[in-house]
């Protein structure tokens, strides 16, 4: 009788018969189950656009692992969309998914000890979840992202599915009609994919290349193009070569790649909810806590090369076609960290060097030639957030870099859109959002219906936001989130009252807000900390285990 060599540990021997029955049940052979047993975190669904097309990837990974040399074994997991979530308590849940995801796939990899790990994912916190159980795992892991969404195109322009949202301001002005809305609604996300602009979905897939963990040239090819099939193919081949040189996640994900991916982050101008999601993947790659000071010191020091929407009329699909992340760390390159590995088993130094530069200077430029000469996300402090607040210089009109006004203080986004919406907030406010954080929201919702309902109001370019919850990758205008400690911690965000006046000044990265320290320090003797009423469920949990916004809002 032929004695199989079994590759995973747990199915060899008398001990591991069991096992092998329990598999062969479902048509696994003894000659697949000798190979490596990779497994695919399969986060289809069709409730997500920027995941609908995962089924299909999935299959041409299973088949680039067999063609590896591995055996392919699938399970799934959640993915929440962030557009259909905002505006309602749903929103709550979004932030707080990632840290499930994460959960979720350590439990299923370390009950069935497989050999190597790919993850399939694509929108805003799926793929930094996805990321942090990797770092986690530290098994050899490969990311692949399912590709953004091309525009939509308006009266020959070009936008982001965020158009609807603009177009309710529109509306409410008079400037369209109800049959133009209606026009909008059903052109404005033309097909799948995460969403066309250079939001969180898209950062983090950048991210995931920049850090070495996808492969080279992946994270920006559009989601309809048959090269995503190819590139999931590839990294199906990858992981199995990988689990061969033994070369694990935490390999990969180094202090110097995670600087290398903060420099992207400013090179790019991307959302500002990667900070977080590299603190938390650098936490869980058992590297410790990634001080917001850190990316304070790179965003003074590495320059904005790279301008997309919502910082520029360029989409993702320019981006791709102006060579993408690797065309971004070419111009880079004397700044980088050179010598750090990615999942083709290369040095980033190796990659780079066949590289040419980028022919569209309309999105990448050269370092010599920047759109700003400091990264386009920056790090705030002052007495508003001692512990630090960020804002995205990128997407931020000239004249609202440096602002004085009074504050319009609201309990609630609900509260601040109808506000806004019934032209009760005037030009030149600051309009201060609080009780959003990680425990006040709870979850740190973003804040991406009010700044959308100021740039329909045409008060974009005079107001400012400010609040200790998030925004979304998609906001432009003079915002400024994660404010910590948060207001529901007793943060001096829960002492400002309408009227006070805050200072917002970004080339000095400072927040104030200009009240005597006596008259804020007998605020906080009649300050009581409000409760919001909370379904049963996980919210309560991740109140309570959660933390600052400046240390990731990562739970434990």
């Given at each position: 009788m032929e004695e199989y060599q079994y590759y995973n540990q747990l199915l060899k021997g008398d001990g591991g018969a069991l096992k092998r029955a329990l598999y062969k049940s479902m048509g696994f052979t003894d000659s697949a189950l000798e190979k490596p047993l990779i497994a695919i975190v399969n986060t289809y669904t069709n409730a997500t656009p920027g995941h609908f097309n995962i089924n299909e990837m999935c299959e041409q990974v299973k088949k680039g692992i067999e063609s590896g040399g591995g055996t392919a074994m699938v399970f799934g997991s959640i993915a929440?969309?962030?557009g259909i979530a905002e505006g309602h308590d749903g929103m709550r849940y979004i932030l707080p998914s990632r840290d499930l995801i994460t959960a979720s796939v350590e439990c299923m990899v370390r009950a069935h000890k497989f050999d190597g790990l790919v993850l399939l994912g694509s929108c805003d916190k799926i793929v930094p979840g996805l990321l942090m159980a990797a770092a986690r795992l530290d098994i050899p892991s490969v990311f692949c992202n399912s590709g953004p969404m091309m525009p939509a195109v308006y009266k020959d322009k070009h936008y982001d599915g965020n158009i609807v949202t603009e177009a309710i301001g529109w509306k409410q002005r008079g400037e369209i009609t109800q049959e133009e809305f209606r026009e909008i609604e059903n052109l404005a996300e033309p097909c799948v994919g995460s969403c066309a602009m250079l939001g969180t979905a898209n950062t983090m897939g950048c991210m995931a290349e920049a850090l070495g963990m996808s492969l080279p040239?992946?994270?920006?090819?559009?989601?309809?193009?048959?090269?995503?099939?190819?590139i999931a193919y590839t990294t199906g081949e990858a992981v199995v070569e990988l689990v061969v040189?033994?070369?694990?996640?935490?390999?990969?994900?180094?202090?110097?790649?995670?600087?290398?991916?903060?420099?992207?982050?400013?090179?790019?101008?991307g959302s500002t909810n990667a900070i977080m999601h590299l603190q938390a993947i650098h936490k869980e790659a058992g590297l410790g806590e990634l001080p917001l000071t850190l990316f304070d010191e790179l965003s003074r020091r590495i320059p904005q090369i790279a301008s997309v929407y919502p910082a520029s009329p360029y989409d993702m699909v320019d981006f791709y076609e102006a060579g993408g992340v690797p065309s971004v760390m070419k111009e880079l390159e004397p700044l980088l960290r050179l010598?750090?590995?990615?999942?083709?088993g290369h040095t980033m130094k190796e990659s780079l060097?066949?590289?040419?530069?980028?022919?569209?200077?309309?999105?990448?430029?050269?370092?010599?030639?920047?759109?700003?000469?400091?990264g386009g996300v920056a790090v705030l402090s002052g007495n508003l957030a001692p512990l630090g607040a960020v804002v995205k210089p990128a997407a931020m009109p000239g004249h609202l870099m440096r602002i004085e006004g009074k504050a319009r203080v609201f309990q609630s986004e609900q509260e601040a859109c109808h506000a806004i919406l019934d032209g009760l907030v005037e030009k030149n406010t600051i309009v201060v959002l609080r009780y959003e954080g990680p425990k006040g929201g709870p979850g740190m919702p973003e804040m991406y219906r009010p700044m959308k309902c100021l740039e329909g109001m045409n008060l974009s370019d005079s107001c400012a936001?400010?609040?200790?919850?998030?925004?979304?990758?998609?906001?432009?205008?003079?915002?400024?989130?994660?404010?910590?400690?948060?207001?529901?911690?007793?943060?001096?965000?829960?002492?400002?009252e309408n009227g006070d006046i805050i200072r917002i000044d970004i080339d000095n990265r400072e927040i104030s807000l200009l009240v005597e320290d006596a008259v804020l320090n007998e605020r906080k003797r009649h300050w009581i900390r409000p409760e919001k009423e909370i379904s049963d469920g996980y919210l309560n949990t991740?109140?309570?285990?959660?933390?600052s916004a400046a240390q990731g809002a990562v739970v434990g």
């Open positions: 929440p969309c962030d040239g992946s994270a920006a090819v559009p989601a309809i193009h048959s090269k995503r099939m190819q040189k033994n070369i694990t996640a935490r390999k990969i994900i180094t202090k110097d790649s995670i600087y290398n991916a903060m420099a992207v982050l400013m090179g790019i101008g010598e750090c590995l990615n999942i083709t060097k066949q590289l040419g530069f980028s022919k569209r200077r309309e999105v990448i430029r050269s370092i010599s030639d920047p759109f700003h000469l400091t936001l400010v609040t200790d919850g998030r925004f979304s990758g998609s906001n432009r205008g003079c915002f400024v989130g994660h404010i910590s400690p948060e207001a529901y911690e007793g943060g001096t965000l829960a002492l400002v991740y109140k309570k285990i959660s933390q």
